[in-house]
């Protein structure tokens, strides 16, 4: 569905995107933002640190926040790239299993109380969010070559207020670009 320039980027991303919860790294509590500047630091790949920062339509956050300006640090990369990462997050649950979009959201909304700078996000965002994961099932289904290719497999385990876990299995492309921040990471 994507040619290889994007995937390595999505792949990457869908790993890291979180990486920012990780209280070590805590530093705005954006953790969108955190995240995005800790790899920046790293040197990760820039397109996969602007996907970091603004994944899953992070700015409604930003602006809860009054962050905005801090997260145009990084630029906005709409398109089927963006998409497969909203897709990827908003159709996984804490645990890693698959869940619709509309129960991935309604579990955000009631891990965050009402006035929460997220809960208040993701109302706002619920429609754009939407619209990213139906336009990446629409690419699925027309798409001539799957995701993330034969065989891969992409899993996150988070363990909420802890470390945060990685299992790499079947990508070497990506196991080989980004073992020493994955390394950095389950260690961290
Ligand atoms: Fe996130």
Avoid: K
């Amino acid at each position: 569905m994507l040619p290889d320039d994007d995937r390595v980027p999505l792949l990457a991303a869908a790993y890291l995107h979180d990486v920012g919860y990780a209280p070590a790294l805590r530093v705005t509590g954006l953790h969108s933002l955190d995240g995005a500047r800790w790899l920046r630091g790293l040197g990760v790949d820039r397109r996969v640190c602007n996907l970091v920062a603004h994944h899953s339509s992070a700015r409604f956050e930003a602006e809860e926040r009054g962050l905005l300006a801090e997260l145009e640090e990084f630029d906005l990369e709409p398109g089927p790239v963006m998409d497969g990462l909203v897709f990827a997050d908003m159709t996984s649950g804490p645990a890693g299993g698959s869940v619709t979009f509309e129960a991935r959201l309604d579990d955000i909304l009631s891990r965050y109380s009402p006035d929460d700078p997220v809960h208040r996000a993701i109302m706002r965002a619920r429609p754009v969010l939407r619209e990213s994961v139906e336009r990446t099932l629409r690419r699925l289904a027309t798409g001539a070559q799957p995701m993330y290719g034969a065989g891969s497999t992409l899993r996150l385990t988070t363990q909420r207020g802890g470390r945060q876990d990685f299992t790499v299995a079947a990508i070497p492309a990506i196991r080989a670009a980004r073992t020493d921040v994955l390394r950095a990471i389950a260690y961290e």
